[in-house]
């Protein structure tokens, strides 16, 4: 089953780069770009195959926020392809002009001879994603809109998956950056209407990020203890 996709080009290949194979996949065809998974093709009791893709669609947006933290959310345009067979549930268009340079880097060995590329790490985080508290933490980040509440939440999620350990002493982040992080995002007077509290006492940290710092920071966060979960 294909899932037709709409979004942006970049957001969409970037999609397509990191998810080529495995139990979640995009990929583009004479069409344009589509979602497949085996939960598609095989939905829960008493669930249809688009109420699946709907469902998994945000974690599929949060595995292309981990490639980068200017990925916007792609949609499902209502279009689904069983073989044959075409659907339609629902459609919507989208028209954004962006601009950005995509270089691709090709390795070669001491012979000349190009050297086959490990698979990208979106098909390994496709993977955990089968794990709640893993795609719980995808969702948000691919809120639409995401600020400061969503990345909180994020934060809040693998902090408490490591406890008791603390997240420096897990080696996932510094006290330095948890602190500019965590006050940025409370305090109005660092980061406006969009914090998270209206009144705080004190001042604001020595250290402060922007809402784009912070994503980029929860970004790295996330692949960091995912990445610990492979292990």
Known sequence: MKA?????????????????SGNIRVAKDDVGYYLSASVID??????????????LLPIVNGIGSLKSARFRPV???????DGEKQHTVVGVGTIEVRSRVHAVGIITDPDGKVKPQPPPPGIAYAELSARPE???????LATPGEGWFELYKVYEIIR?????????????????????????????????????????????????????????????LLRAWMYTLKR
């Not at 893993?134 to 948000?140: D, P």
């Open 134 to 140: 893993v795609a719980e933490a995808l969702r948000f």
């Open 75 to 81: 949609k499902l345009d209502g279009r689904y392809e």
């Open 42 to 55: 095989n939905p829960p009791a008493g669930k249809t195959f688009y109420e699946a893709a709907q469902y």
């Open 160 to 220: 408490d998956a490591v406890k008791p350990v603390a997240l420096d002493k897990f080696g996932l982040a510094t006290k330095d950056e948890i602190r500019a992080f965590t006050g940025s995002a409370d305090r109005p007077d660092v980061s406006g209407i969009g914090a998270r509290h209206a009144r705080m006492g004190g001042g604001p940290p020595k250290r402060t990020m922007t809402e784009l710092q912070a994503s980029e920071f929860i970004g790295r």
């Open 4 to 20: 037709r996709l709409d979004g942006h080009e970049f957001d969409l290949q970037d999609l397509a780069d990191w998810l080529p």
